[in-house]
């Protein structure tokens, strides 16, 4: 009986190898443009961008200061942000309450809507068009467009019949929530819908032959299907609550209760306080917190890549 087992990792490596000396110089040439100018690009515009931010969190710099008149302060930077800055602590708690608020509306609703568009109804395709429309603008844009809802002339008003300034009275953080969820909760329902494709119609076939109901189906076979997808939904929402801005920078600048980390980065680093250090400060304390959900991520996939 012969062996037909897969022939061992070394020796696929070794093809591998081989196939890439059968390269010529142009292709090694074309294959170094290729991969060369977007790794150049990537360094210049990410990683010396983070590294300067890391560098400059240790220093304070005056507004019409260069990068070398900086002063090292040490620690005293975060120190200060931990302690004594009053906008800090109530940053965290906004971008936590954005966090919650994402994964039990925008997500749900986004899976519910993935769950019943899936069943194929009349109009399915015009649905999924019309619930996708928003993922293709910009926040900023949707900051507009919200904004035209807000404001006191305003579609709420004119429906209300009031003269109210929605984004200058406390709560408009749940707000402008909503009018990110707008956008948000299409990206989620895209990302089940394509999770739910790949279900093996026969586990459910099998459950409703064990009389499980449409219910039971779905948390017992269909959910923990999803596994996947559930923890890219996961990372995204965390990481699109962690760097929300530019809606919130577009509706009212970021004051008035909507005080978040990445603005209180953008009102330091260039707005009239101009605290370089601070800003880079809180853009580290960013960062390090985003790390703490995208490295776990990053291993799990990257070691799912090499065992394979």
């Known amino acids: 009986m012969t062996d037909t087992a897969a022939p061992p990792r070394p020796a696929a490596r070794a093809r591998r190898r081989k196939r890439l000396t059968r390269l010529t110089s ?8 290729l991969i060369g100018i977007p790794t150049l690009l990537h360094i210049a515009l990410i ?10 969190s240790f220093g304070t710099l005056g507004p019409l200061d260069n990068i070398t008149d900086m002063k090292w302060v040490g620690l005293q930077n975060y120190e200060q942000i931990f302690t ?11 971008n936590v309450i954005w966090l919650v608020f994402f994964l039990l509306v925008p997500t749900t609703l986004g899976l519910l809507l993935a769950y019943v568009l899936d069943k194929e109804l009349k109009g399915t395709r015009i649905y999924q068009s019309l619930i996708f429309v928003p993922v293709v603008l910009s926040l900023a844009l949707v900051g507009f467009i919200w904004e035209l809802i807000y404001n ?3 579609l709420l008003n004119a429906v209300l019949g009031t003269d109210r300034a929605w984004l200058s009275s406390d709560g408009n953080l749940y707000l402008v929530l909503i009018a990110a969820s707008w956008r948000h909760v299409g990206y ?6 394509a999770g739910l494709k790949s279900v093996d119609p026969a586990l459910r076939e099998a459950a409703s032959l064990d009389g499980a109901s449409e219910w039971q189906t779905f948390r017992h ?5 999803l596994a996947p997808v559930n923890v890219v939904v996961l990372v995204v929402t965390i990481v699109e609550s962690l760097r929300a801005f530019d809606i919130v920078y577009v509706l009212n600048g970021g004051r008035n209760g909507l005080e978040l980390l990445s603005v209180l980065v953008t009102q330091n680093v ?18 390090a917190i985003s790390m703490v959900v995208i490295l776990p991520y990053l291993y799990k996939v990257f070691r799912k890549d090499l065992t394979q």
């Open 188 to 193: 989620v329902m895209i990302l089940f819908l």
């Open 221 to 225: 076979v269909v959910f923990p299907a």
């Open 26 to 33: 142009r292709d090694k040439l074309v294959l170094g443009v």
């Open 84 to 94: 004594i800055y009053p906008l800090f602590w109530p940053a965290v708690e906004h």
């Open 152 to 154: 006191q002339d305003g």
């Open 47 to 56: 990683w010396v961008p983070t590294i300067g931010s890391v560098i400059l």
């Open 270 to 287: 260039i707005g009239e306080a101009s605290r370089p250090g601070y800003g880079s400060a809180l853009a580290v304390i960013l960062l």
